[in-house]
């Protein structure tokens, strides 16, 4: 749900309105001044549908009020809860592993749409405004980079004590790497945290997976990470899927520590998550151990669980599967 004041409205309208959309980090129309009830435009999502992992994952399938869709991803972990949105509907960038990307760009989301997904989560899992437990991650659906002013102004809502009242060092977006909007990022005074899709250890082997190299190249990529202005303590999170025999070798490994040497970089390895029509497979588990081990010499270096691959919930696998027979299918094999 979203609203846009007449001219003739003024602060207090404005803080009333924001109490009745986000304040219970739920929308209560009743809540609502009946005099302001025309100033909200339609568009509150609606959950089309959903699917259970057997990790506990779900992943939410959200209809816009144009009725087109998007993904969103719930996981749960010891005491802490991730919900993973969508910044676009499908995504413009052709990374050779990602299934979202076969989708094309539909259009970008609203800061409302953005804002949606979270709230409609947490209702479904009972989950409490202010929450220290809860993180959001921009991971979902789309480059969030290509969306920035939109991510920025939902970043702004959800780190609001009126509404959500989330730790903005929660709220994390990942990027494909697109340079300017790396520092315009860096500019803004609230933001979300930067991960970087890195996913390769050299120029010309980063083209090959992730084609939008050719236009922002690596180095530049790095140099703007370096530039980045962080704030104490913060780190730049590096992802790196691992595509076996392609970006997964000792040498490989060996690349990416001096990459990345002098950043406060984590590295989270992702094995590849595989999916239909993805020329790639998933590296073996020692492959990915070792590769860790060498990371782990000079660097943070995590690998990350593939969570709800079963039911296509995964990194890189959001692309509104709904068909029964192939989630049971891959679910068995993955
Ligand atoms: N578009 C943004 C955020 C969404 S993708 C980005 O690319 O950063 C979230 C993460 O999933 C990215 O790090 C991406 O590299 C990774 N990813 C994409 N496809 C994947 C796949 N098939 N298996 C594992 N990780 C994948
Ligand atoms: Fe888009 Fe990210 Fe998938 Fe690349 S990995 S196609 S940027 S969603």
């Given amino acids: 749900m979203e609203a846009a004041l007449a001219p003739q409205y ?40 959903r699917y259970v992992s057997g990790d506990g994952t779900v992943r939410y399938l959200m209809e816009l009020g144009d009725g087109k869709t998007v993904e969103t991803v719930f996981m749960t972990e010891g005491s802490r809860d991730t919900i993973c949105v969508s910044s676009q509907v499908g995504c413009p960038v052709d990374c050779k592993f990602c299934l979202t990307a076969l989708m094309g760009l539909e259009r970008n989301l609203t800061a409302g749409e953005i804002v949606g997904q979270v709230l409609h989560v947490m209702r479904r899992h009972g989950l409490a405004p202010k929450s220290r437990t809860m993180n959001i991650v921009l991971m979902g659906q789309g480059e969030p980079l290509m969306n920035l002013e939109n991510v ?16 903005e060092r929660r709220i994390c977006l990942s990027t494909s790497g697109l340079v ?25 082997q980063r083209q090959e997976v992730m084609p939008i190299t050719k ?9 703007a990470c370096r530039r980045f202005p962080l ?29 990345l040497e002098g950043l406060p970089a984590k590295v ?12 790639y ?6 492959r990915v151990e070792r590769f860790q081990r060498i990371l782990m010499r000079s660097l943070l270096c995590y690998v990350r669980k593939p969570r709800g691959r079963d039911i296509y919930a ?6 509104r599967m709904n068909e029964p027979e192939k989630l049971v299918r891959i679910g068995a094999g993955a």
């Fill in 10 to 49: 003024g602060k207090y309208h404005a803080r009333n309105l924001f109490g009745a959309v986000y304040g219970q980090g739920e929308f209560s129309p009743e809540a609502v001044p009946e005099k302001l009830r025309g100033e909200l435009r339609a568009g509150q999502l609606r959950e089309a549908g």
């Fill in 152 to 167: 920025l102004k939902a970043t702004r809502i959800l780190v609001d004590q009126r509404g959500v009242g989330m730790g």
């Fill in 180 to 204: 300017p909007k790396i520092e315009e990022l860096g500019r803004a005074t609230i933001r979300p945290r930067l991960a970087i899709s890195l996913n390769a250890s050299h120029e010309e």
């Fill in 215 to 223: 236009k922002w190249h690596l180095a530049d990529l790095i140099e």
């Fill in 231 to 259: 704030k104490p303590k913060e780190h730049i999170f590096f992802e790196y899927v691992l595509l076996r025999g392609v970006n997964d070798s000792d040498e490989d490994a060996a690349r990416v520590v001096s990459l």
């Fill in 268 to 279: 989270n390895l992702i094995p590849l998550n595989p999916g239909p029509g993805i020329p």
């Fill in 281 to 286: 497979e998933t590296p073996e588990p020692g």
């Fill in 314 to 319: 995964a990194c890189g696998q959001l692309k």
